[in-house]
Each structure stands twice: as C-alpha cells, then as structure tokens.
C-alpha cells in the first residue's frame, strides 16, 4: 500500500527495515570511499580530487533528472536555502582537507563522525525531536566505540594538531548543518536531484578556488585505477548514494539517520586491514558491539504507556 500522502511527523518517520539496509549500504560505500580517496591522492591532489568528483557527480545527476522528468529549473522558493547549503557543502570538504594536513588520518575520522551529535542536538532544537535518555546514550556509546577503534588519544599532540582538528570539527558542523538544512527548509520538499544538485554545483568553483590557492595541479595523466576510483566517487558515491542519503532525510528522522554514521569509520577501518594490510587488534571487535549497541539504544522504540 503507498505512503506516499501519508503526513510525516516533524521529525520524521521512525526508520523501517528497507530505510536501515539502505543505511548500512551508504555505510559500506562512505567506509570503502575514505581508502578510495587515500588510494587516488599520489596522483590527483585533495581539493582537485574533490572538485573534479562533485562535477562528475554533477553530470550523473542532471541526467537522472533527465531520465526521471525532474524539473531542476522550475520555481519552488528553494534557491536560497539551496546556496547556502551548497555553499557549506563546499566549504565542508575544503575544512576537512586542509584539516588533515595537520591532524592524522585517525583522529580526522573520530571527530568527523561527531556529525550525529549535531544532527541530534539541531533536531532537537529546530526539528521538534525529543531524544530519550537512552537515545542520548546509545550516541554517547556509537562514538566511543568509533574511537576506541581507531586508538585515539594520541600522545604526540601539538598545537598544530589541534588545529587540524578543530578544521575537521567544523566540518562535521556544517555536514549536520546541511542535513538540517535540507530537513528544515523547502528543500526538504525538493526532489532529491534538485536538493543535492544546488550543493554539488556549488562546491565545484570553491573546491577549483581551494586547489587554486592551494597551487594543486596533475602532473600527469593519472593510471587506470586512479581514474576508476575517480569513476566510483563521481558515479556512485557523490551521484547516487548522496541522492540516497538526501531521500531519506526528507522522510525519515535526522538523528536516528545520522546515528548510522557512526559505522561508516569501522568500515573504513576492516577496509584498510583487507585492501592497504593496515594492521588490526582486537579493539576493533570491542567497537564493533559499542556501536552497534549504541545504535540499538538510538532506535530503540519507546516503551508504550500503560
């Protein structure tokens, strides 16, 4: 039976079976994604690797908008909240890279993933929704388990590495503030092409005025695994799994979304240890049953009153 004019709560509507293996599925390609990045870097450098992969992706969504009769250019009062989000998007991506010039690898992952904490606390301020107790802690949980997994504190930090951090923190700020964006305004109402459209488009020229500044060129043509992986980001990652993710939002809770999040890094991690022979402990284990117990806690239903 369709949904589809059924009213959905101001927050959303609590995830169902088809919504969580989509997650888990966005999941496993966010975690492969992260060694695909780190795989292409000697040949294609950071803001032009993510440039020229928003344009890949943006030529995978104007033709399935085209495919799909979506009308990208029509009039809907989405413009302004579409460049702004387009705008953090961009900027995003430019923090998170310039970030990772100063902080390691594992750290960047840890508090990149402090996204759903301000997914759930923007949820709960503008988006009407109320976190139990346990939601809070099943937060609380998912990320200890994303740290524990990738060793962190580290001893050797300085304050270079606190700054690196902290670009990384902000760009986990302005990924839950483009996920709220897109819950709370007209794109919300948008469809998923048009909504993510405005933020691909966008972050092309600050991405070219990143690598820019930055001096980035390709001093030669790249092989052909680093230009598969360039295919796999801009087809598959940015142009279909981010339409995916954005089609969620629109339906589902926010926070409860995001909270999945946490299992991207773990992924990233078991990726590593079977493609680049990182090595593996049995921490990893730990922080595989914290996150998914924490997960448990966050999208646990609330017990029926009597």
Same mark, same amino acid.
């Given at each position: 039976? %369709?949904?589809?004019? *059924?009213?959905?709560?101001?927050?959303?509507?609590?995830?169902? /079976?088809?919504?969580?293996?989509? =997650?888990?599925?966005?999941?496993?390609?966010?975690?492969?994604?992260?060694?695909?990045?780190?795989?292409?870097?000697?040949?294609?450098?950071?803001?032009?690797?993510?440039?020229?992969? %928003?344009?890949?992706?943006?030529? &995978?969504?104007?033709?399935?908008?085209?495919?799909?009769? +979506?009308?990208?250019?029509?009039?809907?009062?989405?413009?302004?909240?579409?460049?702004?989000?387009?705008?953090?998007?961009?900027?995003?991506?430019?923090?998170? /890279?310039?970030?990772?010039?100063?902080?390691?690898?594992?750290?960047?992952?840890?508090?990149?993933?402090?996204?759903?904490?301000?997914? !759930?606390?923007?949820?709960?301020?503008?988006?009407?929704?109320?976190?139990? +107790?346990?939601?809070?802690?099943?937060?609380?949980? %998912?990320?200890?388990?994303?740290?524990?997994?990738?060793?962190?504190?580290?001893? *050797? &930090?300085?304050?270079?590495?606190?700054?690196? *951090?902290?670009?990384?923190? !902000?760009?986990?700020?302005?990924?839950?503030?483009? +996920?709220?964006?897109?819950?709370?305004? @007209?794109?919300?109402?948008?469809?998923?092409?048009?909504?993510?459209?405005?933020? &691909?488009? =966008?972050?092309?020229?600050?991405?070219?005025?990143?690598?820019?500044?930055?001096?980035?060129?390709?001093? @030669?043509?790249?092989?052909?695994?680093?230009?598969?992986?360039?295919?796999?980001?801009?087809?598959? &990652?940015?142009?279909?799994?981010?339409?995916?993710?954005?089609?969620?939002?629109?339906?589902?809770?926010?926070?409860?979304?995001?909270?999945?999040?946490?299992?991207?890094? #773990?992924?990233?991690?078991?990726?590593?240890?079977?493609?680049?022979?990182?090595?593996?402990?049995?921490?990893?284990?730990?922080?595989?049953?914290?996150?998914?117990?924490?997960?448990? #806690?966050?999208?646990?239903?609330?017990?029926?009153?009597?």
């Amino acid at each position: 039976m %369709s949904v589809a004019h *059924d009213p959905i709560p101001p927050g959303g509507r609590s995830l169902t /079976f088809g919504a969580v293996a989509l =997650m888990l599925m966005l999941c496993l390609t966010w975690g492969f994604n992260q060694i695909a990045i780190k795989l292409v870097l000697p040949e294609i450098p950071p803001y032009l690797q993510a440039m020229l992969r %928003s344009a890949g992706a943006l030529a &995978v969504i104007l033709t399935i908008a085209v495919v799909r009769g +979506t009308k990208l250019f029509e009039r809907d009062g989405s413009l302004p909240a579409g460049l702004f989000c387009g705008l953090m998007f961009g900027v995003e991506f430019v923090l998170i /890279f310039h970030g990772l010039q100063y902080t390691s690898a594992s750290r960047a992952a840890v508090f990149l993933y402090t996204a759903p904490f301000f997914v !759930a606390v923007g949820s709960y301020q503008w988006l009407g929704e109320r976190l139990r +107790t346990a939601q809070w802690l099943g937060l609380a949980v %998912s990320f200890a388990g994303v740290a524990f997994a990738i060793g962190v504190p580290q001893a *050797d &930090v300085d304050a270079n590495v606190l700054l690196g *951090d902290l670009m990384v923190v !902000a760009g986990a700020v302005l990924w839950a503030a483009t +996920t709220l964006c897109v819950k709370a305004t @007209k794109l919300g109402r948008c469809p998923p092409e048009k909504a993510l459209g405005y933020q &691909v488009a =966008m972050s092309i020229p600050i991405l070219g005025l990143a690598a820019w500044l930055a001096g980035e060129t390709i001093p @030669k043509v790249p092989g052909a695994l680093t230009l598969s992986l360039m295919a796999f980001q801009a087809i598959w &990652v940015v142009g279909m799994t981010f339409l995916i993710w954005f089609s969620l939002v629109k339906v589902y809770s926010a926070s409860k979304l995001s909270a999945f999040t946490f299992i991207t890094p #773990l992924i990233g991690v078991a990726g590593g240890y079977a493609i680049m022979g990182d090595h593996l402990t049995p921490a990893f284990g730990v922080a595989a049953l914290l996150v998914i117990a924490g997960l448990y #806690l966050v999208n646990k239903p609330a017990p029926r009153a009597a």
